[in-house]
C-alpha cells in the first residue's frame, strides 16, 4: 500500500523563526490534507490541496503532485503554532479512506 | 453551521465491556468516517459510510462495528473490549467521502479501557 512519510518528526524552534514539513507520498493520490492537532485531540483543517498552491494568512502549502510530495510552510510562527501536522492522503484506487502520515511535532518557544 | 458532533468526550470502561460512540455529521454531509488513534499505530482507518451503506472497512477485528442512520449520523460499536482499544476515535464528515473532497473532524472521544 502506499506510505506517506513526514518530516522532520520533531522541530523545536523559537517564536518568529519559519519553518517547512515536509510530506513524501509513495503513490498517486486524489486527496491530500494537511491537519493541526490541538491539544485536546481535535483535528483542525488548514489546507485541502491535493495539487497546486494555497495561502491562508501565515500558512501556505504547494502539493507536486507528480513528484509526490507536500510542503506546508508556517512563517513568523507563534506559540500557538505549538501541535502535531499531520499529513493525510486518500490513495487513487482507493476507498473513501485517508492515509496519514506519522506527524510532525512542532514546538514554538517564547 | 455546526461542526462535527462525536458524543461523550470521554470514556472510561472495563474490560469484556461493550461501548457506543457517536458522532453527527456537517448538515448536508452524508459520509462519515471513522478512525482510531494511538501512540503506538497512530491514525487509522476503522470504517466509512455513505447513505447507510458501508463502502468500506479497515483492518479491525469484528469486534469493531458501525452503523449509519437515515439522518447521516453514525455510530461506531466496540465489543468485549480490551486494554489495546483505549484510544482517541476520530469521525470525520464530507459531503460524498474523501475521494476528491475535504474531510472534517470532530473532537473525538478518548476512550480508556480498564
Known amino acids: 500500500g502506499i506510505q506517506v512519510e513526514q518530516s522532520p518528526p520533531d522541530l523545536i524552534l523559537q517564536e518568529g523563526a519559519n519553518s517547512t514539513l515536509r510530506c513524501n507520498f509513495s503513490?498517486?493520490?486524489?486527496?491530500l490534507q494537511w491537519f493541526h492537532q490541538n491539544p485536546w485531540g481535535q483535528l483542525i483543517n488548514l489546507f485541502y490541496?491535493?495539487?497546486?498552491?494555497k495561502q491562508n494568512g501565515r500558512l501556505s502549502a504547494t502539493t507536486v503532485a507528480t513528484e509526490r510530495y507536500s510542503l506546508l510552510y508556517i512563517s513568523s510562527s507563534q506559540t500557538t503554532d505549538s501541535g502535531v501536522y499531520f499529513c493525510?492522503?486518500?490513495?487513487?484506487?482507493?476507498?473513501?479512506?485517508?492515509?496519514w502520515g506519522a506527524g510532525t511535532k512542532l514546538i514554538i518557544k517564547p | 453551521k455546526a461542526g462535527v458532533t462525536q458524543t461523550p468526550r470521554y470514556l472510561i470502561k472495563t474490560r469484556g465491556q461493550q461501548v457506543t460512540l457517536s458522532c453527527s455529521p456537517i448538515?448536508?454531509?452524508?459520509?462519515v468516517s471513522w478512525y482510531q488513534q494511538t501512540p503506538g499505530q497512530g491514525l487509522q482507518f476503522l470504517f466509512e459510510?455513505?447513505?447507510?451503506?458501508?463502502?468500506n472497512k479497515g483492518n479491525f477485528p469484528g469486534r469493531f462495528s458501525g452503523r449509519q442512520f437515515s439522518n447521516s449520523r453514525s455510530e461506531m460499536n466496540v465489543s468485549t473490549l480490551e486494554l489495546g482499544d483505549s484510544a482517541l476515535y476520530l469521525c470525520?464528515?464530507?459531503?460524498?467521502?474523501?475521494?476528491?473532497?475535504?474531510?472534517?473532524f470532530g473532537q473525538g472521544t478518548r476512550l480508556t479501557v480498564v
Open positions: 470525520a464528515s464530507s459531503p460524498t467521502g474523501t475521494l476528491n473532497t475535504e474531510a472534517f
Open positions: 448538515s448536508g454531509h452524508r459520509s
Open positions: 459510510y455513505f447513505s447507510e451503506t458501508q463502502r
Open positions: 503513490d498517486s493520490v486524489n486527496n
Open positions: 490541496i491535493p495539487s497546486g498552491t
Open positions: 493525510a492522503v486518500e490513495p487513487m484506487g482507493s476507498n473513501y479512506q485517508l492515509i
